[in-house]
């Protein structure tokens, strides 16, 4: 298909792990996002690239949160020594680049559990 | 500290009649607003949006509507058919390409 994809669709980890997670944008969008939703929340903001560069990172809760896009399309999130608050579902978005306001498309979202 | 909020977690409407859901923000910078709307199991699908130089804007069965002065804005959806049955998130941005500020959502359910 040809919309944002991400891999795995769900992910159970014991606390303490390390974690990746991956995403596949719309092809031509070079601008990528990624989000996080907790249960009874609305997504919030981690992480923004334009490109290959993270262009806005300061949604990342701390320093165990880490992403990468080395080639400017696949992105992956790592998350290093796991706790049980980082349960939650990751969703990767993508979006044209440029001026004016380009509309955000949505993967179906990694759902993460930290047992 | 909520800076677009969505205050009814949840909504039961007939089918056939109006469905309101109301956001509140707080950010003046803001100047675009849209709306998304979630099924289980899927990623957030944009619905309609707004720029804060209008202050209504319609598609087919959705409108929004946005009231400046107010931080105020809502989405209608008339008639409501039970495919609408989903979680609506409202969500806000500065311009260009910043990051999507969401609301909490609020779970609408269209009874037949």
């Known amino acids: 298909g040809a919309g944002v994809s991400q891999t795995p669709s769900n992910k159970v980890t014991e606390k303490g792990k390390y974690v990746e997670l991956r995403c596949d944008p719309i092809?031509?969008?070079?601008?990528l996002y990624w989000y996080r939703q907790s249960l009874g929340q609305g997504p919030e903001f981690l992480i923004y690239?334009?490109?290959?560069?993270?262009?806005?990172d300061s949604g990342l809760p701390n320093d165990r949160f880490f992403a990468v896009r080395p080639e400017g399309s696949v992105s992956t999130l790592k998350i290093q020594r796991t706790e049980r608050g980082d349960s939650a579902v990751y969703l990767c978005?993508?979006?044209?680049?440029?001026?004016?306001?380009?509309?955000?498309?949505f993967g179906p979202g990694t759902r993460l559990t930290v047992l | 500290d909520q800076q677009v909020k969505q205050n009814s977690p949840s909504l039961s409407v007939q089918e056939g009649r109006i469905s309101i859901l109301n956001c509140d923000y707080t950010?003046?910078?803001?100047?675009?607003f849209l709306w998304y709307k979630k099924y289980p199991a899927e990623g957030p699908t944009f619905l309609i949006s707004i720029s804060s130089i209008k202050d209504k804007n319609e598609d087919g069965r959705f409108t929004v509507f946005l009231n400046k002065s107010a931080k105020h804005l809502s989405l209608h959806i008339v008639p409501s058919q039970p495919g609408d049955s989903a979680v609506y998130f409202c969500a806000a941005r500065t311009s260009g390409n910043t990051p999507l500020v969401f609301g909490k959502g609020t779970r609408l359910s269209v009874i037949a």
């Open positions: 092809s031509g969008h070079t601008a």
């Open positions: 690239f334009q490109g290959t560069g993270a262009a806005d």
């Open positions: 978005a993508s979006s044209l680049a440029g001026q004016g306001y380009n509309e955000q498309f």
């Open positions: 950010n003046s910078m803001f100047d675009y």
